[in-house]
Nanobody
């Protein structure tokens, strides 16, 4: 069983940056693909980014390409999301999640979820 805890959210002006972290328990962390999702009030949860467990290939939603960067440090059981050039539309609760599956863009593929961290971008 894996437990995930997000941190690093907060309030930032448009154009600013934040780095989110997700710390995972469990010695098998390195075998999981890790993803970031977000959910704004009244909207569906949407895919943001993911990084594979094997060759560290990365995936990004079109809305964040060129602005966000995902990375992982297996020795620290931690995955990061660097968020640059933030926009008000990025305001949401951000969740990290883990999967051993292959459909990394799909919420139902993920087995473990954190409780989320709030990101608010002011105009």
């Amino acid at each position: 069983q894996v437990q995930l805890v997000e941190s690093g959210g907060g309030l930032v002006q448009a154009g600013g940056s934040l780095r989110l972290s997700c710390a995972a328990s469990g010695r098998t962390f390195s075998s999981y693909t890790m993803g970031w999702f977000r959910q704004a009030p009244g909207k569906d949860r949407e895919f943001v980014s993911a990084i594979s467990w094997n060759v560290y290939s990365t995936h990004y939603a079109d809305s964040v390409k060129g602005r966000f960067g995902i990375s992982r440090d297996n020795a620290k059981n931690t995955v990061y999301l660097q968020m640059n050039s933030l926009k008000p539309d990025d305001t949401a609760v951000y969740y990290c999640a883990g999967t051993r599956g292959t459909k990394v863009f799909t919420t139902s593929e993920y087995d473990y979820w954190g409780q989320g961290t709030q990101v608010t971008v002011s105009s």
